[in-house]
Each structure stands twice: as structure tokens, then as C-alpha cells.
């Protein structure tokens, strides 16, 4: 048995190749972009890939290299449940209602007159978003029906870049006020506009549909659960300053009494239908504090994690301590390996 890891700087493989190391497990580093990866996996027994939603090249190719080799039969991470619907709000809209899941309700359009005459009759405020985004990138309140109509009417038009560095720039500035960034990482937003990177240059407006979800008020955190096989952990995380999203803010409490347990319970349940390898799921509350889904995704940040107490098995038993995530993803990826040779 031989485990392949594309190598990415600051991603779930840094662990993943220290924990091959300390185990002595038989393993290679490929580049997933050579041109004969596939020849390259022909003496390995599985294939794992952190990629990135903000990486242009990622974003073009990494899911159908991923999914092709699934079908060869490869153990791969992520697999087809796991990110099919990585970065791509629409797809999980429909997935979340397909399986019942408790989510925020949504509204997508796709032509113009359909949309303003929802427009016309809907309440308000609602949340524009674009199907792809993470960190409350892309993400904007809508307080007016005329507010709503430009928004509409710039969808089915120009459309919109799928980053907007003037965002970028200004939400450094201010997570830098609030002490949660360095003066460097908005210098780093500053350069941004000057020089725009790869994925900026080359991605295309989004246009031809439009998304909103209901606003759900008084939130001013959101819970994030993130669910490996039959273990799960979570953080709470607080809204930005005079700001309703919570993603990307920076300020995180670690603590299991801040995280409710009907928000690990629902993730659970949730990913029994989904089959995801790994997965987070945010939770806001509604006017009856019952928990709904805002959002999934397959990737998230390796540090910001580091610091949770412990985790829930899916028999919501805690267990505290420090533990590594991304080992149990390579763990069962392992376990996978073995089962499938036993056929």
C-alpha cells in the first residue's frame, strides 16, 4: 500500500506527511498538475489532495482529476460526496433540501423577471450571495426592494468578479483595528489592489443567476461543526464588529459549553445522508433558537482548530484533549484501502 499526497503549503497535507513519517507508512509526493499524474498513481493505493477554492488552477481541475480517479477505483480526498458541492452554494442549497436537512431557506433565480417580480413581493432584509466564497467574501446584506432589483439586474447583466479586493482591503483594516491582524496583512490587501493574483486575473463574472437567503436576525455568532467519520468538534464563532457575519471574523471561542449540542447532533445526522469524509457545517438560530444550516464545505482552516478542548463522538460522548484532525482523515482514508483489498 502506497498513499500519494499533493503537496500544498499551509493545507491538510503538512500533517498528512508527518503522520506517514511518524507511522512509516509508504508514501509519495505527486503534483497533482504534472501532466501524467495519472501514471504517476498507477503503484499507489490512494490519493490525497487539499485544494483550494481560491486557487485558480484548483478551482479548473482539481474535482474532475479527484472524481475520475474515484471511478478507477482509487481511495481519494476528497472523494465525490465529500466536494462535489465545495464552494458552490447552489449546489448545497439543493443538497441540504434534498435530505431534509434544517437550513436556511433560500430563493435562486435563474432569468431576470422571475427574480424581480420575487423581488417585488418578498420581505426584506435578505443575504445576497454568489455561488462561490468563503470568510463572508461575496456576502452582502439587502435592506430595499430597490437595493434587491440593482443587485438583480446586475446578476443577469455585467454580473460580478468573484473577488472583490476593495472588500479584501477594507476588512483587513478593520480586523486589524479590532486586533485580530496584523498592519501586514493589510498591506498584503493593499498590494492586492495594485496586483491583482492568478484566480482574480483569470475567473469570470458571475452572472446569469442570483441567490438570496432569508436574513436571520439577532445572531451575533455562528457555530461551526465539523464532522470526520464518527467524531466531530466545534467553535463558536462571533460576528465582526456592527457586521452580521460571523465566517472569516476571526474571533473564535474554544470552548464545548459555548457550542450547543443539538447543532453536533443535527451534523451528524446530516452527513449519515451526505457520506462526506469530512465536513463542516455552519449553524445560525432562528426567532425559536432552533439551529439551521447557513453553508457547508469539505476545507477549512488547520490551525484555527488546534485549540478545541476535545470532540463528540456520534454518540455525543466528549472526549477532551488535544487530537489531530487531519490524522483521522488519513486514518480512514487508510482504513478504506484495506476494506476495498479485502474484495
Known sequence: MKI??????????????VYCEDKNIDFKIVNCYSVDIVEQLKDCSGLLWHHHHNN???????????FSLEQSGLQVFPNFNTAWHFDDKIGQK????????????????????SALLWANNTTYPKVFKLRGGAGGQNVRLVRSVD????????????????????????????????????????????????????????????????????????????????????????LKRMTRARDFRASGSGVIIYDKEAVDERCVKIAFKVNKKIKSQ???????????????????????????????????????????GIFNPQEWIIENLINGIIESDKF
Not at 178 to 203: C, H, W, Y
Not at 205 to 233: H, L, M, T, W
Open 278 to 320: 469530512s465536513i463542516a457545517f455552519d449553524f445560525v438560530f432562528d426567532a425559536n433558537n432552533n439551529p439551521l444550516i447557513v453553508e457547508i464545505s469539505f476545507g477549512y482552516s488547520v490551525h484555527a482548530y488546534d485549540k478545541c478542548p476535545g470532540y463528540w463522538n456520534n454518540n455525543l460522548s466528549w472526549t477532551g
Open 56 to 66: 485558480y488552477g484548483d478551482a479548473v481541475f482539481a474535482k474532475g482529476l479527484l
Open 94 to 113: 439543493y443538497l441540504l433540501e434534498a435530505v431534509g436537512a434544517p437550513s436556511v431557506p433560500t430563493s435562486i433565480f435563474y432569468d431576470e423577471q
Open 147 to 234: 437595493n434587491c432589483k440593482k443587485l438583480i439586474k446586475k446578476s443577469f447583466g455585467k454580473g460580478f468578479a468573484q473577488h472583490d479586493p476593495w472588500y479584501g482591503l477594507s476588512d483587513r483594516i478593520n480586523k486589524y483595528r479590532q486586533g485580530t491582524a496584523s498592519i501586514k496583512t493589510v498591506f498584503g490587501g493593499i498590494s492586492r489592489l495594485l496586483r491583482p493574483n492568478d484566480f482574480e486575473k483569470m475567473s469570470q463574472y458571475e452572472k446569469g443567476y442570483v441567490y438570496f437567503q432569508d436574513f436571520i436576525p439577532d445572531n451575533s455568532f455562528d457555530i461551526r461543526i465539523v464532522v470526520i467519520g464518527d467524531r466531530a468538534f466545534g
Open 4 to 17: 500519494a499526497i499533493h503537496n500544498r503549503k499551509d493545507s491538510f497535507s503538512d500533517r498528512w506527511i
